[in-house]
Nanobody, 127 residues
């Protein structure tokens, strides 16, 4: 699976962005999909995930109510709609894929445990 993330940019606090992650290769619908982020000097952290079955989502507490993950299996794409952005959301955002993963499983897996990563897209939120 190859993942291509896009949609990052510079936005003011309170604004919105939508990230996209296009997947190619193996059967997209059999993969749990997720978004992670890494701020300067910090470890990569989980943001949101969608189960392989498409039946459930899971969010980090820090983004609940502000971010929404969705997937379009017909387009092999997963999205992250980010609203009410805060300066602390500034980070490089990575999409990730793991075969047969539930949303909750994506939320607790380490960097090494996830099979596929995209290249990252920068999100900068100014105050």
């Amino acid at each position: 699976v190859q993942l291509q993330a896009s949609g990052g940019g510079l936005v003011q606090a309170g604004g919105s962005l939508r990230l996209s992650c296009a997947a190619s290769g193996r059967i997209f619908s059999s993969y749990g999909m997720g978004w992670f982020r890494q701020a300067p000097g910090k470890e990569r952290e989980f943001v949101a995930a969608f189960s392989w079955s498409g039946g459930s989502t899971y969010y980090a507490d820090s983004v609940k109510g502000r971010f929404t993950i969705s997937r379009d299996n017909a387009k092999n794409t997963v999205y992250l709609q980010m609203n009410s952005l805060k300066p602390e959301d500034t980070a490089v955002y990575y999409c990730a894929a793991d075969p047969w993963a539930t949303a909750q499983a994506m939320g607790v897996r380490t960097f090494q445990e996830i099979d596929y990563w995209g290249q990252g897209t920068q999100v900068t939120v100014s105050s």
